[in-house]
């Protein structure tokens, strides 16, 4: 099947990013009355970062609102062709705060299990946040993670090696 010369390709180049960014910008500004919203791209990883004073109703609860609109955001950039990958949205480091508390959070319960020779449960989470833990841990010689229950309880049990009975 020959290609259809007229249709737009995806882009990778800044002006999609700018277009995406434009998008959220107009969108926040609607969600957050008389809010000055400042938005910056970064067209190597993908990510749009939002910043201002009070965008607590942008990011929601559990950030559930951030993610919705990165979701709308990059379902017209499929449609429109912008860019050619998923687009990171994160509002006030609230993504990269959480990774990290994620992050220390599943750290500090892997030495403690190493620790003390048994098993720790933590509290459930999404597949994302438990992407991250597994990703984390993975490093961790001493210790084997798995996920059990289903959604929405599911949750990680980290496994010392050298377990107590």
Same mark, same amino acid.
């Given at each position: ?5 007229? #249709? ?9 990013? !700018?277009?995406?960014?434009?998008? +959220? ?14 938005? $910056? ?7 749009? $970062? ?7 109703? #942008? @990011? ?15 379902? +017209?950039? /499929? ?6 990958? /998923? ?11 959480? *990774? ?13 299990? *190493?620790?003390?020779? =048994? ?7 999404? #597949?994302?946040?438990?992407? @991250? ?8 010689? !001493? +210790?084997?993670?798995? $996920? ?5 309880? =599911?949750?990680? *049990? ?8």
């Amino acid at each position: 099947m020959k290609k259809n010369e007229s #249709a737009k390709e995806p882009d990778n180049n800044p002006a999609g990013m !700018d277009n995406m960014a434009r998008i +959220i910008k107009n969108a926040l500004e609607m969600m957050c009355l008389g809010e000055k919203v400042r938005v $910056s791209t970064n067209t190597e990883d993908y990510k749009i $970062s939002v910043q201002g004073e009070d965008l607590g109703i #942008a @990011i929601g609860r559990d950030g559930k609102n951030m993610a919705a609109l990165e979701y709308l955001v990059n379902l +017209i950039s /499929r449609r429109k062709n912008l860019v050619d990958r /998923r687009v990171t949205l994160d509002i006030k480091d609230y993504r990269k705060n959480k *990774i990290e508390k994620i992050t220390g959070t599943a750290i500090n319960m892997a030495k403690k299990a *190493i620790k003390e020779g =048994r098993r720790i449960t933590l509290q459930p989470m999404c #597949a994302y946040e438990r992407k @991250i833990v597994h990703n984390t841990l993975s490093k961790f010689k !001493d +210790i084997k993670t798995r $996920s059990r229950d289903e959604e929405p309880n =599911r949750r990680i *049990i980290i496994y010392p090696l050298n377990e107590v009975k």
